[in-house]
């Protein structure tokens, strides 16, 4: 019978993932783990394929938070279907530049193995991402900016 | 307990919504659905939230092919659990004025009742989203921009 992840590890890996500790983290990493982060890899140094689990410790341990530190990841909806899992969070973190509070909407799709991560593949709202690190609003050639009326990106 | 939906339905949903088939779609939305698209509504204007199946129907029949013809999606990854589903994904189009293939990574989050989609959410990788819709890199004031040799974006 094929494997299947059950709810129970997978709450307690998005527990750990929350803390970003790689110590907590580390026992769900799959040792030959592909973890993929989609955006502008030039812009957000953190996004791109990462393989292997010391790579991907590494990754959360120390290359994310030379840009953002992350103190709140609630998951808004969670979807385990055989050995796979999709989870739509928030992402709540601090600038590591100056402490200023950033928010983006972050979904995982995974593949566990053995109860471990061996394949990850993350989006992000890149856009909104790359604004709220810079700190100022993109400059989009061509593209008109709404004004203070106009509705936002949710 | 939410009633779990079946996954005849959640297939026969993405059938009709991957081909743009609106008549087919119409019966799968709730009355009061809510659709949500993550990403800057000032530049890609599709983004943001709406509510209610005939807006819903109009955005997807006639707001969205204003600025993304032909649209396609293809699923890499269908998981159903409960109530709830999600697709991740790439969705191809053009633009038609200019003729230009768009192709980025999106992850829907869909919750059913009764059998009929009330909750929709995708989140896309809005940075590569909105560089190919207008067919320029984005500026970001004080970001650098990688040289050719660096990882790009994946």
Known sequence: ????????????????????????????????????????????????????????????????????????????????DGDQVAMLSRQSAKRTGDGCTISYRVANLMRFRDDKVIVNFSLIDSYDAVEQVFGQQLVAPGAPRAGNGDFVAV | MAKPVPRSVVEGFYKALAASDFVALDPYLDENVTWTISGPVDVLPFCGQRRGKDIVLKLLDRDIPVFLE??????????????????????????????????????QFVRFENEKVVDYLSLIDSFDAVEQVLGKQITVPGGVRAGDGELVAI
């Open chain 1, 1 to 80: 019978m094929s494997y299947s992840v059950s709810r129970a590890v997978v709450d307690a890996f998005y527990k750990a993932y929350a803390t970003r500790d790689a110590d907590k983290i580390a026992p769900f990493i799959h040792d030959d783990v592909e973890w993929t982060i989609s955006g502008p890899v030039d812009y957000l140094p953190f996004c791109g394929i990462h393989r292997g689990k010391a790579n991907v410790l590494d990754l959360i341990e120390h290359k994310v938070k030379a840009v953002l530190r992350t103190f709140s990841f609630v998951p808004e909806s969670i979807v385990i």
């Open chain 2, 70 to 107: 032909k649209r396609r999606l293809t699923p890499n990854a269908m998981l159903i659990d409960g109530d709830r589903a999600a697709v991740f994904g790439k969705l191809m189009a053009s633009r038609g004025d200019i003729g230009r293939k768009i192709s980025y990574h999106i992850a």
